[in-house]
């Protein structure tokens, strides 16, 4: 969600975008090397003010919210584990209820031992998570090509709690067109009636402004490195390789190294050595989280995000690797979730607990209303671009 205009877009294009985006805010980068993964013990010392935003948005107490960190880190720890014991039996991972209860799909019945000997609560399904994201992965390629009614279709993705494919469009016959023309197979795929229609979020420590050739706004993600070369990542959207950025304060700060948008939704900007990036996120009330990783965090996880335009919210996760279809392009390999946003908060930063999320790409409806919206997942970046995160 970034607030600009771009050259390459018409100009009704760019006046939509501009009044639908969200501001995106850089974040700051930091030389600490640390690889994401889990730690022996769940994180501690959550902030006062992050506590406070999740008994807002979603209805917790503080030692509810305590309890959903803890458990939600265990969770994201433990379910990579089990993927790799189930194999092509998993099905899928997530968290329900005030404490984030893990439970994990299995095709296998025969193994419920192992999955409750874990510490989580078994189910079994039809379809194995390979079996779901190849079939979604039809549709993406269907999509790309131009299938018949693939218009249609604005957002899909791989529901584990369901087990199955499901494809959001305002017209379900023609999105049922599409998954018919795509070769999927039907009963793997579920068509849910919806108006929602996906835009970019457009307008450095993670969650603070920037400004795109002197014009746009945007926010940053998360501080990165590049052997010695500190900076941040952000969304795609946001500038195109060789843009130059402002900080916050309209100090000149930096270039887009790497951009790719539709596609993906991923950038990452070198800073000058005037800034020196941090491994934090901006948090609500003027305080600041520690990035101390990039774990994960399983579907029904709490997450929260921070944008130059609407500060400080937070929600659930309710989907990953979700293909959305935006007026420049599809974007696939999304997460879903409950978070609102608002023009200029592109780019900015999603976290769970200290773990780094994504940056945010796009959505619908705003903070006043509510809405849905999407984040690039943070770990693919790092991956592409030979990247670092920062952190504390």
Same mark, same amino acid.
């Given at each position: ?10 100009? #009704? ?62 969770? #994201? ?10 194999? =092509? ?8 209820? %005030? ?126 490195? %590049? ?88 929600? *659930? ?20 979730? =409950? ?20 940056? *945010?790409? #796009? ?9 849905? =919206? ?11 671009? #030979? ?6």
């Amino acid at each position: 969600m970034l607030r600009r205009h771009r050259p390459a877009l018409t100009a #009704g294009c760019a006046i939509a975008i501009a009044a639908l985006s969200l501001t995106a805010i850089p974040a700051l980068v930091t030389s600490a090397a640390a690889e994401p993964g889990p730690t022996a013990e769940a994180p501690t010392g959550v902030p006062a003010e992050m506590l406070d935003a999740m008994r807002r948005d979603l209805g917790l107490t503080a030692d509810e919210a305590r309890a959903r960190i803890s458990n939600e880190y265990r969770a #994201g720890t433990a379910t990579p584990a089990l993927r790799k014991s189930l194999g =092509t039996a998993f099905g899928g991972a997530w968290v329900t209820g %005030k404490t984030a209860e893990l439970t994990v799909a299995t095709t296998d019945k025969g193994r419920h031992g192992m999955i409750t000997a874990a510490g989580a609560k078994p189910v079994t399904v039809s379809h194995s998570l390979d079996d779901l994201t190849a079939a979604k992965g039809t549709l993406d390629r269907a999509a790309e090509h131009g299938a018949p009614s693939a218009a249609a279709a604005a957002v899909w993705y791989v529901d584990v709690k369901s087990n199955s494919v499901v494809v959001q469009s305002a017209d379900p016959d023609q999105a049922s067109a599409f998954v018919t023309a795509s070769g999927v197979d039907r009963g793997m795929v579920r068509i849910v009636e919806s108006a929602e229609q996906p835009k970019p979020l457009d307008d450095v420590r993670g969650g603070e402004a920037y400004y795109i050739n002197g014009t746009a706004r945007c926010s940053i993600g998360f501080s990165v490195a %590049k052997g010695s070369q500190g900076g941040f990542v952000t969304a795609g959207h946001c500038g195109e390789a060789g843009a130059t950025t402002t900080g916050v304060n309209k100090a000149a700060q930096g270039t887009f190294q790497a951009s790719r948008f539709p596609g993906n939704d991923y950038a990452w900007v070198a800073v000058n050595s005037t800034w020196t990036p941090k491994p934090v996120v901006l948090g609500p009330g003027g305080s600041v989280v520690t990035v101390a990783g990039s774990q994960e965090a399983p579907v029904g996880s709490s997450v929260c995000r921070s944008g130059s335009t609407t500060g400080w919210h937070c929600g *659930t996760v309710e989907q990953l690797d979700t293909s959305v279809r935006y007026s420049e392009g599809m974007v696939s390999g999304l997460s879903r979730t =409950t978070v609102c946003a608002e023009p200029g908060d592109s780019g900015g930063s999603y976290i769970s607990g200290s773990q780094a999320q994504g940056v *945010t790409s #796009g959505g619908s409806g705003d903070c006043t209303a509510g809405g849905t =919206t999407y984040f690039q997942p943070v770990n693919p970046i790092l991956e592409a671009y #030979g990247l670092t995160l920062t952190t504390g």
